[in-house]
């Protein structure tokens, strides 16, 4: 099996005539799906044959070098044969999140399920081969058995997988219930210890959402979660029945948790601090140039409308909790920076290059938050502290990028003028990653008295030499969202 091969079996898949009848299309549908299945545990073995060839390698490296390898700048460091196993394995993952197009986070895990697969459920495995089970339910039946022992683990994949009868027509909730059910017969001690373990893993996160709202996600034990849920719910019917709040009770719900985490007396009234990219024109002439969130530590949190954003801005000048800060563009939108001569990012350099990345990592595929900042030439080689050289990365991928074999240079698009990173794997392939199109700034030339509609001065970058001659992209630091009015899209000052 090659990659061209398998491009011309999906050429054809593609270049074929549907069939005609109702009957024949319910039936390709199954086929395809079983099909689907079938890819995915040939790129399971795909994915397990690279690891064991990768992690081979690594352990003769480690044997031909005596247990000591280089570091980046020359000195000589222990290494054993466990750490060469990981530090292989997080590179297959690496790589392999780029060729399948998803998060490192998600190849490694991809890597992990696939490799018990193969090792210690067949059954499992035989079945997605054969189209009997999609790569949700054998995933869950991995997940669900994590908890057992070996022994254990191939007793419940045997059970349910051996015989095709024994799934058919069972549904994914049913399947979760048949695993626990054997898994209570054969270990309930393991169940429970699992149990206990899961009350450690309990976190908040948070997410965006659609329409410039976004998921605050709490994962807590059972009792816990079931006591703040029903609080909540008794406060929006208190709140309706006897306050007469015509709110629907989920928004009392949701306003009735901010303000008992923050300890406000309104949910509206919570101050926060974000930072805002906008541009010049949806700021400050009522253009329509979506603008951009991070947090207070550089994490992206996506776009949001102009007006979302001037309100945004007025509330917080109104409220004398607003600073604003020019950030200067070329004229094909790339940030401009000084250099330095220091081996950190200053906090002006670091700012700009999380506006420019715009806080999500640059790795192509990966949508963590950037945790590094990082020189894309490494210092140690001579890699100046530049905002040209340098790229927010999530930890994983800063780790992998230091692994050998790995390399990246940085150019300005050709087509967008945008920063673009070109990363090239061990094994030759390349990625690129071009940062965001950050708010386009005003383009027009300014009336003859200088005064852009609104009656504000803005200066506009020089088209002709590429240069900044003002600011084009401001950087809004809030302090108070705007939930309850809007503003006009223009004020005179």
């Known amino acids: 099996m090659t990659a061209e091969a398998v491009a011309g079996v999906h050429a054809w898949l593609l270049s074929g005539f549907g069939p005609a009848d109702a009957a024949s299309r319910v039936a390709t ?14 790129q399971a073995q795909v994915l397990v044959d690279l690891r064991d060839e990768e992690v081979r390698a690594a352990k003769e490296a480690v044997i031909a ?117 054997h898994a209570g017969r054969l270990d309930p001690a393991a169940l429970t210890k699992r149990a206990a ?27 816990e979660g079931v006591q703040a849920y029903a609080a909540l719910k008794l406060a929006a019917e208190t709140a ?60 992206g949190h996506g776009a949001i409308p ?18 604003l800060r020019a950030v200067y563009t070329t004229s094909t939108g790339d940030l401009v920076g000084t250099s330095s001569k220091q081996r950190f990012f200053t906090d002006g350099l670091a700012d700009l290059l999380r506006v420019r990345d715009q806080g999500i990592c640059r790795t192509a595929w990966c949508d963590a938050p950037i945790r590094h900042l990082d020189h894309i030439t490494p210092a140690g080689r001579g890699g100046d502290t530049t905002l040209a050289n340098g790229q927010g990365l999530c930890a994983a991928c800063n780790q992998a990028k230091e692994t050998p074999g790995w390399t990246a240079a940085a150019e300005i698009d050709p087509e967008t003028g945008r920063h673009t990173v070109t990363t090239t794997t061990p094994t030759g392939q390349q990625y690129r990653s071009v940062a965001p199109q950050p ?55």
């Open 439 to 493: 708010p386009r700034p005003v383009r027009s030339k300014p009336p003859l008295d200088g005064q852009p509609p609104g009656g504000t001065t803005v200066a506009r970058p020089d088209t002709q030499s590429g240069r900044a001659t003002g600011p084009v992209t401001l950087s809004c630091r809030v302090r108070q969202p705007a939930r309850h009015h809007l503003r006009p899209a223009a004020r005179a000052t």
């Open 240 to 299: 309706r029945h006897t306050g007469g709040d015509q709110r629907p009770a989920g928004q009392i719900m949701a306003d009735t948790l901010v303000e008992r985490i923050t300890g406000q007396e309104n949910a509206g009234d919570v101050p926060v601090t974000v930072h805002l990219v906008v541009s010049d024109e949806a700021l400050l002439a009522g253009g329509h140039e979506p603008a951009v969130v991070l947090d207070g530590t550089g994490t």
């Open 65 to 181: 070098s005596g247990g000591t390898v280089h570091d980046k700048r020359g000195r000589q460091v222990p290494v054993t044969a466990r750490s060469a196993t990981r530090d292989a394995e997080r590179d297959v993952a690496q790589q392999a999140g780029l060729a399948l197009r998803v998060s490192p986070h998600r190849a490694r895990s991809l890597l992990a399920v696939a490799t018990v697969w193969h090792t210690e459920m067949p059954y499992t495995l035989s079945a997605l081969r054969e189209g009997r089970l999609s790569q949700e339910r054998a995933t869950l039946l991995v997940k669900e058995t994590a908890c057992l022992t070996l022994a254990d683990r191939q007793t419940i994949d045997a059970d349910l997988c051996a015989d095709p009868a024994v799934l058919e027509g069972v549904g994914t909730r049913r399947l979760v219930a048949l695993i626990t059910e």
């Open 29 to 42: 549908l199954r086929a395809l799906e079983a099909l689907a299945a079938g890819v995915v545990a040939v």
């Open 306 to 323: 102009a007006q979302v954003a001037r309100n945004l801005v007025a509330n917080g000048l109104d409220l004398n909790a607003a600073w």
């Open 197 to 223: 373990k899961a009350v450690s893993d309990r976190c908040v996160t948070l997410r965006p959402a659609p329409d410039t709202m976004t998921y605050l996600t709490a994962l807590l034990p059972v009792a």
